[in-house]
């Protein structure tokens, strides 16, 4: 574990984000989605925090074993809680009957056993359909037999939802994201001429709700842009949509050493030639942090100054070194934060140099690093 490196976790910037999507979602309620430990932020004191302040009553999850870490920290709080992807129906029964956990029904494997379990017959139905993204969900071509299934057993449907594979592209003219509309629609339409009640529905991810995408669903499922960045595709050199989020973590660290070293000195693992003559520092953090090695290049805004990492990034170490004059050198001990809700940029070239998206940065910071909560 570190001590001096740290993931924090500004709550109230947290706050800040979810006013932006509910002025975004017009009145649409909030699945917020906190699979893979709330995409590194900590998935319990997240959810806490949600509830409790934010006043979200429902959180997504990918797996059963999220599912149950939330209901046992949190077993006095009442919030609705739905898995998406990894659940066995039959061995998690008593979980989706006793501790309240929603499954979300994604084939027709799944569909058929859950309308013949009598035990079900008070939970919750959530269908997800396959239209156009190819992972999970039923296949269009089996929204015919879905529905003879549901009328057979006479059963509503109480949430149907459908996930976009290019949310990040123009929602209106990318193709993929046209056929995934209209296929949606397809579903809609045929539910209602078959009589079957739709008691909620969601499309949006991130991506959608930032381009304000709306047919006429109940709920919205946003993820990334909660914790800050949008995701969306830089086109032109500007960013798709108007998300104003700010980045929720602040990743710091601490300098452990610092020397001067000429054009070409040798360094670290490699001996990679230092491509400046200037300053170094070496920090606190390394890949066994979450800091890869595909970090080096990456250039940093730290304390009003431009550095590069050089070298290959340690297990433990990194170094990085001043690119030009500006802002100031830096001494041992020295606390920087390497992306924050002040540094924001530096998050953005991070994803830019390592070709990582967001999630991918998010999800690294491992357990080595300390998440603390602030406000
Ligand atoms: C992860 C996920 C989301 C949230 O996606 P973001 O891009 O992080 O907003 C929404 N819906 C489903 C089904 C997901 O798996």
Redesign the pocket.
């Known amino acids: 574990m570190r001590k001096r490196s740290r993931l924090k976790i500004h709550l109230n910037i947290l706050k800040e984000n979810f006013q932006k999507v509910k002025k975004l979602s017009e009145g649409k309620k909030t699945i917020f ?1 906190v ?1 893979a430990n709330a ?1 590194g932020h900590g998935l319990v004191p997240i959810v806490d925090y949600a509830f409790q302040t934010l006043k979200i009553d429902t959180f ?1 999850c ?1 797996s059963m074993g999220e599912a149950m870490c939330l209901r046992n920290e949190l077993v006095d709080l009442n919030f609705n809680l739905i898995v ?1 992807s990894d659940f066995n129906l039959e061995e998690d029964a008593e979980a989706f009957l006793n501790r309240r956990i929603v499954p979300v029904i994604s084939n027709i494997r799944d569909l058929k056993y859950f309308l013949s379990q009598d035990q079900f017959r008070f939970l919750p139905l959530y269908l ?1 359909f396959n239209t156009g993204m190819y992972r999970l969900g039923l296949p269009m071509s089996a929204l015919d037999e879905t529905i003879n299934l549901l009328k057979s057993k006479n059963r509503h449907v109480d949430h149907l ?1 459908t ?1 976009f594979a290019n ?1 990040t592209l123009d929602i209106k003219l990318n193709s993929q994201n046209k056929r995934q509309i209209k296929n949606y629609q397809q579903i809609r339409d045929s539910f209602k001429q078959a009589g079957l009640k739709v008691n909620e529905a969601s499309l949006c ?3 959608g709700l930032i381009q304000k995408l709306s047919i006429d669903e109940t709920h919205v ?5 909660m914790y800050g960045p949008s ?1 969306m595709a830089i086109i032109d050199g500007k960013e798709i949509g108007e998300w104003d989020g700010r980045p929720v973590s602040e990743l710091e660290t601490c300098v452990v050493d610092t020397f001067y070293a000429e054009k070409g000195t040798p360094i670290g693992y490699g001996g990679s030639p230092c491509p400046y003559a200037g300053q170094i520092a070496i920090l606190g953090i390394g890949y066994g942090d979450g800091i890869g090695t595909n970090y080096s290049g990456v250039e940093l805004k730290i304390k009003g100054g431009l550095w590069k990492i050089v070298g290959r990034v340690s297990m433990d170490m990194t170094a990085i070194q001043r690119v030009d004059e500006s802002g100031e050198e830096l001494k041992i001990n020295d606390r920087i934060s390497l992306w924050g809700p002040e540094a924001s940029d530096n998050f953005a070239r991070i994803c830019r140099k390592t070709k990582m998206i967001p ?1 991918e940065v998010f999800c690294n910071i491992s357990n080595r690093i300390p998440r603390i909560y602030a406000g």
């Open positions: 989605m699979k995409y997504g990918a998406f997800k939802m996930h949310a991810n991130s991506g499922r946003p993820g990334l842009m995701g999630y």
